[in-house]
């Protein structure tokens, strides 16, 4: 398995694509899966959907997910990214690698399994969401799909170590942006004006005041990282914006967030006579891992770590779980290496991890 699976990544980590467009990744999985006993589709373009029919009345499926990040690779490998400005810095090579190994071993034993199965390779995981594009087109209604799960490696936690929670996994995320639109004066005159750059102020402490506000067991993050403002020392500024993000993983504390938000820039927008707009992205939903499937698994693999909180990046995982019971985990590389960064890396034999956990998951779970 070592081999062959080590093969699969670094194959795949030469040829790193990005978003949609990924005709390499596509070629290289088409060639892989097709000597086996399974039918390919392709749910949307560059997207691959292997199903193992073992004739069963239910299919499980497993997702990984395809695409690159425009980072240029500071790793010293023979096998680094053939791109300049493009690698796989956040693992996906690996999760392919897991897949394409796990439906070799499939191809040997999916006619007695108690499911049919079903492989979702996915590219736009990280821009713009292809797990919502793949459940637009009701292949998991279609292939009677009645549980789904997903893995990304993680380099916090302990090589070859497994992870997972019930409930909140992964959060729910969008970006802001609040443009702020004052008045200029000369400072010795700052009455005169409004001064936008207070205002961003004003603004940015009081959201933080309402989120502190929250009780600490909801879980949920509103914080800035960019304020713009002014031209020179001397003038009032005119214009801000502010630039953040908001995360939660309840639908109703994410919308409740938000109206906070609106009520406080209406309240500074009356005392000053100023003019805020808020902009929100669409973001990802939150992983939510279904409690009774977490418990199934942890039963058939009591190796499996439950983590004590969620985490509060976003994955497009999401869209599955919110047409099927889903559940996300974590592998661990062990080495520490952020995930988007040009070092990432990790020790292949943790794969292997990944495909023993499925083959237990398939083998014995009872749905």
């Given at each position: 398995?070592?081999?062959?699976i080590t093969?699969?990544r670094r194959d795949l980590h030469?040829?790193p694509?990005?978003?949609?467009e990924?005709p390499?990744?596509y070629?290289y999985?088409?060639?892989?899966?097709?000597?086996?006993?399974?039918s390919?589709s392709?749910?949307?373009?560059?997207?691959?959907?292997?199903?193992?029919?073992?004739g069963?009345?239910?299919t499980i499926?497993?997702?990984s997910?395809m695409?690159?990040?425009?980072?240029?690779?500071?790793t010293?490998h023979?096998?680094k990214?053939r791109?300049?400005?493009c690698?796989h810095a956040?693992?996906h090579?690996g999760?392919?690698?897991?897949l394409l190994?796990f439906?070799q071993?499939?191809n040997?034993?999916?006619a007695?399994?108690p499911?049919?199965?079903?492989?979702?390779f996915?590219?736009?995981?990280?821009s713009?969401?292809?797990a919502?594009l793949i459940c637009?087109t009701k292949i998991l209604?279609e292939?009677k799909v009645?549980?789904i799960?997903?893995?990304?490696?993680w380099p916090?936690l302990?090589?070859?170590?497994?992870?997972?929670?019930?409930?909140?996994?992964?959060?729910?995320?969008s970006?802001v942006n609040v443009?702020i639109?004052?008045k200029s004066?000369?400072?010795?005159k700052y009455?005169?004006?409004?001064?936008a750059?207070?205002i961003?102020a004003r603004?940015?402490?009081k959201?933080y005041?309402?989120?502190k506000?929250?009780?600490?067991d909801?879980?949920?993050?509103?914080?800035?990282?960019?304020?713009?403002?002014g031209?020179?020392?001397?003038?009032?500024a005119?214009?801000?914006r502010?630039?953040?993000?908001?995360?939660?993983?309840?639908?109703?504390?994410?919308?409740e967030?938000?109206?906070n938000?609106?009520r406080i820039a209406?309240y500074l927008?009356?005392k000053y006579q100023?003019k805020?707009?808020l902009?929100?992205?669409?973001?990802?939903?939150?992983v939510?891992n279904?409690g009774?499937?977490?418990e199934k698994?942890?039963?058939?693999?009591?190796q499996?770590?439950?983590?004590?909180?969620?985490?509060m990046?976003?994955?497009?995982?999401?869209?599955?779980?919110q047409?099927?019971?889903?559940?996300?985990?974590?592998?661990?590389t062990?080495?520490?290496?952020?995930?988007?960064n040009?070092h990432?890396?990790?020790?292949?034999?943790?794969?292997?991890?990944?495909?023993k956990?499925y083959?237990k998951?398939?083998?014995?779970?009872?749905?």
């Amino acid at each position: 398995m070592y081999e062959r699976i080590t093969k699969y990544r670094r194959d795949l980590h030469k040829i790193p694509e990005l978003e949609l467009e990924l005709p390499l990744t596509y070629q290289y999985l088409l060639k892989q899966l097709k000597p086996l006993s399974c039918s390919i589709s392709s749910p949307i373009p560059y997207s691959v959907a292997a199903y193992f029919d073992a004739g069963k009345e239910k299919t499980i499926a497993f997702r990984s997910d395809m695409d690159g990040l425009p980072v240029k690779e500071a790793t010293d490998h023979d096998f680094k990214s053939r791109r300049e400005d493009c690698m796989h810095a956040c693992g996906h090579d690996g999760h392919m690698a897991i897949l394409l190994e796990f439906a070799q071993q499939l191809n040997e034993i999916y006619a007695s399994l108690p499911y049919n199965v079903l492989l979702i390779f996915q590219p736009g995981e990280e821009s713009p969401g292809g797990a919502r594009l793949i459940c637009e087109t009701k292949i998991l209604e279609e292939k009677k799909v009645a549980a789904i799960f997903g893995t990304h490696l993680w380099p916090m936690l302990p090589k070859g170590e497994v992870a997972t929670r019930k409930n909140e996994m992964m959060a729910r995320s969008s970006e802001v942006n609040v443009d702020i639109e004052g008045k200029s004066s000369h400072v010795a005159k700052y009455k005169e004006g409004i001064d936008a750059m207070e205002i961003s102020a004003r603004y940015l402490l009081k959201c933080y005041e309402m989120e502190k506000s929250y009780h600490p067991d909801i879980y949920r993050l509103l914080r800035f990282g960019k304020l713009e403002s002014g031209t020179v020392r001397n003038v009032v500024a005119s214009k801000a914006r502010i630039e953040g993000t908001l995360r939660a993983f309840q639908d109703e504390i994410y919308w409740e967030l938000r109206k906070n938000m609106h009520r406080i820039a209406e309240y500074l927008e009356r005392k000053y006579q100023a003019k805020i707009d808020l902009e929100f992205s669409l973001g990802y939903p939150a992983v939510i891992n279904d409690g009774t499937l977490v418990e199934k698994v942890c039963a058939i693999d009591p190796q499996i770590k439950l983590l004590k909180e969620p985490e509060m990046i976003s994955e497009d995982f999401a869209y599955y779980q919110q047409e099927v019971p889903g559940v996300f985990f974590f592998l661990g590389t062990g080495t520490g290496i952020p995930l988007h960064n040009a070092h990432f890396d990790f020790e292949e034999s943790i794969l292997e991890e990944g495909v023993k956990l499925y083959l237990k998951i398939l083998k014995s779970i009872k749905l």
